[in-house]
């Protein structure tokens, strides 16, 4: 192998900045879709449930995820319920297979949820304990890129008010929904101006339920948009790029992809990335390895999966969702390896899928 | 049919559609104060009304918002007209228990599911979220279900989907009931891999799957 031109950090804010690189960068942007499998923390001893509350355990655990796995960057936390967790619902932290839910709302509608002071909030909770472990880990790795995984605002917003209520709410009280997804997305911005002083090198958000196929193209337009933007605006001026996952199928909400304001796009499985920069070429692609495939196909198949991807031009290679913790390493590594060892842009044979 | 009683249940369907509970209660109230057969009024308004909610779910013109809004409306005429259903009209329904596989508490999915198998006549056993795999089979077999619905949001707790086949397998009673999944990460893979009978991408697909599944094992 060649020597590498870029350093990983390098090879993905030149991508997110939209400029020339040699290769797509790997990565796995952590939060819902991190990828702490068993295989993983079996290896280090550095486990979950505990990693979600230690930040040196976060980082070790973080560390490990980076090493076995050979993804291009590191990412913390490993769980969406951070923010949640803040603003008063109950989390059950899960096990070492499974991630931390939401057990109760605090508020049974939009009416009722209680405004706090958002910069008093994100001294509290786990919040400090992401900071600390970013701190470590941008300090321990100069070279590598350090994300910080964000929960959407209307994730977020609907894991405080009961999500049944919150759904109808936007309907029947949009005045009061857009309140509340300000003060979410608040407390959001707060704490990525923070994970960013503190040395995150690129911003996610995943925001699953906010995806077209749930909300449909009018309250995407009306909800989701400006709520993400007005974060992906804030991570912008405080200097730090924004990847934006849109799950499920995102066909009823393509037209406004333009109008979001994202460095970076990532998609699940059944979006077909260069159709998508075909029809807007403006767009830096990111995905979209099956999920399903990493977990139950043959690492053949993913380096297949894998490789086309790469040829087709996908300007960063990811996972396209939530990982299964029992997703083996070697289905993993078969993805990561083949990135690096793929010749982009170019068709032969051997690569051809079958 | 009268003409009062048609335009009641043209009232009712179009209030569920148009997602106005007050007006669905109004069109109810008015229903039982014109002596107009409750159950009639339900099949023909309510029902008819969520049918075509459905509907305009799966093409795409409604969304989860809309359709928990039009449930809220079917459910609210339910109560007011339900207990006006004369005796005769009660029939035996197939039984569905139905919940979110232990580890998981997203619930939307499963409980459209389960307004669209209430609309459709299926009796329906709500076990909740987060319900641990030997619940479901226990809960199926004391109530004697048709079939058992299994739902998740998360890639994480979709192991729980085979484990609740496999305890039906080890219970020796697989063959007495139906599974079918669903929910965000599962697929139609999915459902075979783990050998479950069916699998459905959204609430309007699961009740002809059920229907579907139950008319195969009456042929």
Known sequence: MSEPIYTPRERLLRVLRREDVDRPPVICIGGMMNAAIVDVMKKSGHTLPEAHNDPA?????????????????????????????????????????????????????????????????????????????????????????????????????????????????????????????????????????????????????????????????????????????????????????????????????????????????????????????????????????????????????????????????????????????????????????????????????????? | MTQSASEIYKGLSDSVVGMDETLTVDIARRAVAEGIDAYQAIERGLVEGMNKAGQLFETEEYFIPELLLCADAMYAGLEVLKPHIRREDAHVRRKVVIGVVEGDTHDIGKNLVKVMLDAAGFEVHDLGRDVPPQVFVDTAIAEGADIIGLSTLMTTTMPNMAEVVRLLEKSGKRAQFKVIVGGGPVSQAFADKIGADGYSANAPGAVKLAKQLLATQAA
Request: proline share 7%; charged share 20%.
């Open chain 1, 57 to 354: 355990l976060m980082a070790a655990l973080a560390e490990d995820v980076w090493e076995y796995t050979g993804f291009e960057n590191i990412a913390v936390p490993f769980c969406m319920t951070v923010e949640a967790e803040l603003l008063g619902s109950r989390v059950d932290k899960g096990t070492l297979e499974c991630e931390p839910k939401i057990v109760k709302e605090p508020y049974p509608s939009v009416n009722e949820v209680e405004y706090l002071d958002v910069a008093r909030l994100v001294k509290e909770g786990r919040i400090p304990v992401v900071l600390e472990a970013v701190r470590r880990l941008s300090k321990a790795h100069p070279n590598d890129p350090v994300i910080v995984s964000i929960t959407g605002p209307i994730s977020t917003a609907a894991s405080i008010v009961d999500p049944m209520t919150f759904y109808k709410e936007l309907r029947k009280n949009p005045a009061e929904a857009h309140r509340v997804l300000d003060y979410v997305t608040n407390l959001l911005t707060t704490f990525a101006w923070k994970a960013i002083d503190a040395g995150a090198t690129a911003i996610a958000i995943g925001d699953p339920s906010a995806t077209g196929e749930i909300l449909g193209p009018a309250m995407f337009g009306e909800f989701a948009v400006p709520h993400i933007n007005a974060f992906a605006s804030a991570v912008h001026a405080h200097g730090a790029p924004f990847i934006l996952h849109i799950c499920g199928d995102m066909k009823r909400v393509k037209h406004l992809l333009p109008n979001l304001c994202d460095d970076a796009i990532s998609t699940d499985a059944m979006v077909s990335l260069p159709k998508l920069k075909e029809e807007f070429p403006q767009l830096t692609t990111m995905g979209n390895v099956s999920t399903y495939a990493l977990q139950w196909g043959a690492p053949e198949k993913i380096a297949d999966i894998t490789a086309r991807l790469v040829r087709d031009g996908v300007n960063i290679i990811s996972p396209a969702c939530g990982l299964s913790t029992s997703t083996s390493l070697s289905n993993i590594r078969a993805l990561t390896d083949t990135v690096k060892n793929t010749p982009v842009g170019r068709t032969n044979n051997e690569l051809t899928v079958s």
